[in-house]
């Protein structure tokens, strides 16, 4: 029980990992783009590979479900209230994902120059 807490747990943290690094990656990405604000690009890019793992790790579950479902079987589907909590708790930060880069593409939070 304890490691699909923790893994449930790592796969919400992705969300900040990688949120982070998309708002790192854009930032990066506005300044002069010369071989050290490259690798600053290439940095926050590494942060959002690693996001993306780590959200496809801890599914693990549901691909497994999607093998025994292809062998004709019924899959232990016991977690899959957790896994419908978690699916919201992701949707509402994807919202506010949404909303945070709209009011950063329109300058909200940056100071005036």
Do not use: K
Not at 36 to 62: H, K, Q
Not at 79 to 99: G, K, P, Y
């Amino acid at each position: 029980m304890t490691i699909r807490w923790l893994l449930a747990a790592v796969h919400l943290l992705a969300l900040g990992v990688g949120l982070g690094a998309v708002w790192a990656r854009g930032r990066a990405l506005q300044v002069q783009l010369d071989v050290p604000g490259l690798r600053r690009v290439f940095y926050a890019d590494a942060w959002w590979g690693i996001a993306a793992l780590l959200w496809i790790g801890t599914m693990i579950a549901l691909i497994r479900w999607r093998g025994v479902v292809a062998r004709g079987a019924v899959p232990d589907t016991r977690a899959a209230s957790r896994f419908a909590r978690i699916s919201f708790v992701q949707a509402e930060l994807v919202v506010l994902m949404v909303l945070a880069a709209t009011a950063m593409a329109r300058g909200y939070g940056v100071p005036a120059r």
